[in-house]
């Protein structure tokens, strides 16, 4: 299931911060299991599949990566 920002603040009205959104739609798609184990991410693929920003995004995996979630963080090569 893909959560994109377009989603979850259709409209928005509250003006929800990117990086909320951001956070939000990463972290239910971890949960929901959207990703496979050892599946390679990148940074820009996250941010077009969830209608967010390359910066917004990945402050997003920093601030989970603080929650603990194990993301296997890798330099692109």
């Given at each position: 299931?893909?959560?994109?920002?377009?989603e979850?603040?259709?409209?928005?009205?509250?003006?929800?911060?990117?990086?909320l959104?951001?956070?939000?739609?990463?972290?239910?798609?971890?949960?929901?299991?959207?990703?496979?184990?050892?599946?390679?991410?990148?940074?820009?693929?996250?941010?077009?599949?969830?209608?967010?920003?390359?910066?917004?995004?990945?402050?997003?995996?920093?601030?989970?990566?603080?929650?603990?979630?194990?993301?296997?963080?890798?330099?692109?090569?």
């Open positions: 299931m893909i959560h994109s920002c377009a979850l603040c259709r409209p928005n009205p509250f003006r929800v911060p990117t990086l959104l951001a956070l939000l739609s990463l972290r239910q798609g971890l949960m929901d299991g959207d990703f496979k184990p050892g599946e390679r991410l990148t940074i820009a693929a996250l941010a077009e599949r969830y209608g967010t920003s390359i910066t917004s995004q990945r402050e997003a995996i920093f601030r989970l990566a603080s929650e603990r979630w194990k993301l296997g963080l890798r330099p692109q090569s």
